[in-house]
């Protein structure tokens, strides 16, 4: 972590939906992702029902956390919580479940971020107690 | 009564200001007044009213009920437009809906925003888990995102990219609504050298938030003929899209709305890329712009770079764009920007184009986009052809 990044304020969760199961488990550097039971399929962000179904048999399922990197941009412009983040990396990542995940590329030489690379999920320590999904770029 | 009998029969449009110190309120005032006085009508006539959700005044969830009583008006039928950069030409859609089924006769389509003086605004929702912890808070990071995706699946050519901005900017040298701060001469070098704030966006590539304000007055040609209004444009055809792919958890990002809707459009009016007199795409960045004349079927999708680079697209030239400068040139009045491009075609098609004016135009194809969600292509996607 950069020495000028300052410990940033961790997410409120529930505000949206109930999206607790999401941090305990990312807390516990597992990532899990809401499931459609009946059209079998991932949704991320979470929603109050499937976009598949409209119904809200849904669950929370543990992914790979490995997929290829979709989209990527550097962000350069100031925001909240971005202070001495900058120039920060970020990307669609498209997991392997077939689901897409915003996030920042951490752990990363950023000649390696590419569409198409690997990435694996990484956690980023945003305080000394709460981590963060992310994503870093692996061998194939 | 047929669609064709309801037309726009007068616009206002403020001047684009940079932190004015004041209210959409306001802004919308000075809107009304200068409709009043430019078409002469009685204000009492209006018995119709919709209002874009200005950011700047978000937080009231009665903002339109307060426009009425601020602007002395008492409409039978009102709506509140929250479908951001869409909503001046989704309103006069609606407007016109309104008409046919008998609820209002004269009605007012008015857009007013000031977020550069005051920014009331919580898009709230997921963003504070998922989205803003990431830094990708706002458009420009998104459309960093799509620009991206875009060139890896098409030729992106940032001279295309240029020529949008130098010649939209072109344009806004010839307005007097434009910003102050923009007018001046861009060239292709400055395009070049501009600071990359969200890679590979561009500055020069993005709108900038002002305030301002703008007015349309919708009724039957047959009322506009009553009243005395000589001049008039009639939408021939509206369509909008909102989530396009919403049910798709990877869904092409550079798909839009526009792909869907504008078969629809072009069908409805009887009409093909080719019968456009102008081309007023709503231009949050330049490569909304550059996808629109692929989505619209100016060229083939994937060719917009060659397309652009290859066609004349002044005022004078074969498909002129955004004659007024667009938002990126004449500055963004915030969420009523929709209304911008829906004043410029407007004017044009008057033939009060000025110094800018398209030579004998028969027809516009205005377009909004509104909000940039999670991972997705932009949120809503409208098109509207209107005809002299």
Redesign the interface.
């Known amino acids: 972590m950069n020495a000028d990044v300052k410990p940033?304020t961790p997410?409120?969760?529930n505000?949206?939906v109930n999206?607790a199961p999401f941090w305990e488990a990312a807390q516990q550097r597992r990532l899990v992702i809401q499931y459609c039971c009946d059209a079998g399929?991932?949704?991320?962000?979470?929603r109050p029902v499937s976009?598949?179904t409209g119904r809200r048999n849904l669950e929370w399922r543990e992914v790979s956390g490995r997929g290829v990197i979709?989209?990527?941009?550097?962000?350069?412009?100031p925001?909240?919580?971005?202070e001495g983040?900058l120039p920060?990396p970020?990307?669609?990542v498209?997991l392997d479940e077939?689901?897409?995940?915003?996030?920042?590329i951490i752990e990363t030489d950023p000649a390696r971020i590419a569409?198409g690379a690997r990435v694996a999920v990484a956690w980023d320590p945003?305080t000394d107690d709460f981590v963060?999904p992310a994503f870093k770029v692996v061998e194939g | 009564m047929s669609t064709g009998d309801i037309v726009i029969a007068g616009y206002s449009e403020t001047p684009v200001v940079f932190r004015s110190g004041r209210s959409a309120y306001d802004f919308a005032g000075e809107a009304l007044a200068a409709l009043i006085e430019s078409t002469g009508i009685d204000k009492d006539i209006i018995d119709g009213m919709s209002v874009t959700v200005p950011l700047s005044e978000a937080s009231n969830p009665f903002f339109a009920v307060y426009m009425a009583d601020a602007l002395g008006i008492s409409p039978t039928w009102l709506n509140y437009g929250g479908i951001g950069g869409c909503s001046a030409t989704g309103g006069v859609a609606r407007a016109m809906s309104a008409i046919r089924d008998g609820y209002c006769e004269v009605a007012l389509v008015l857009s007013a925003d000031a977020p550069s003086t005051s920014w009331r605004a919580n898009y709230?929702?997921?963003r504070?888990?998922?989205?803003?912890?990431?830094?990708?808070?706002?458009p420009?990071?998104m459309f960093?995102?799509?620009m991206?995706?875009y060139a890896?699946q098409y030729d992106l050519k940032e001279e295309a990219l240029a020529k949008i901005a130098t010649v939209q900017r072109e344009h806004a040298l010839l307005n007097d609504n434009a910003l102050e701060k923009f007018k001046k001469p861009m060239t292709k070098e400055d395009y070049l050298s501009s600071?990359?704030?969200?890679?590979?966006?561009r500055m020069l590539d993005s709108v900038m938030f002002c305030d301002g304000a703008n007015a349309f007055l919708v009724m039957t040609q047959a009322r506009a003929n009553q009243i005395g209004l000589k001049k008039t444009v009639r939408p021939a055809a509206y369509a909008e899209l909102t989530n396009v792919n919403?049910?798709?958890?990877?869904p092409d990002?550079t798909e839009t709305g526009f792909a869907r809707i504008a078969p629809k459009v072009f069908a409805k009016a009887g009409l093909k890329p080719s019968d456009i007199s102008m081309f007023q795409p709503y231009d949050d960045f330049t490569i909304a712009v550059l996808m629109q004349f692929e989505d619209f079927g100016f060229c083939e999708r994937g060719e917009g770079s060659d397309f652009i680079l290859a066609n004349d697209i002044s005022y004078q030239g074969n498909i002129p764009l955004n004659t007024g400068g667009g938002q990126i040139s004449a500055g963004q009045p915030g969420l009523a920007s929709g209304g911008l491009n829906l004043a410029e075609a407007v004017r044009q098609l008057f033939g009060e184009g000025g110094k800018r004016q398209v030579k004998a135009p028969k027809t516009a194809l205005v377009t909004g986009i509104g909000v940039i969600p999670?991972?997705r292509n932009w949120g809503t996607s409208a098109a509207m052809i209107l005809e002299a």
Do not use: M
């Open positions: 940033r997410p409120k969760p505000v949206y999206t399929k991932f949704q991320h962000y979470p976009i598949f979709y989209a990527h941009t550097v962000i350069r412009i925001g909240p919580g971005l983040r920060l970020a990307a669609t498209e077939g689901v897409r995940f915003i996030a920042n569409i945003i963060y | 709230g929702a997921f504070g888990e998922f989205q803003d912890p990431v830094g990708v808070q706002g420009p990071a960093g995102l799509l991206n995706r890896y600071r990359v704030v969200a890679d590979p966006l919403g049910n798709q958890s990877c990002i999670y991972g």
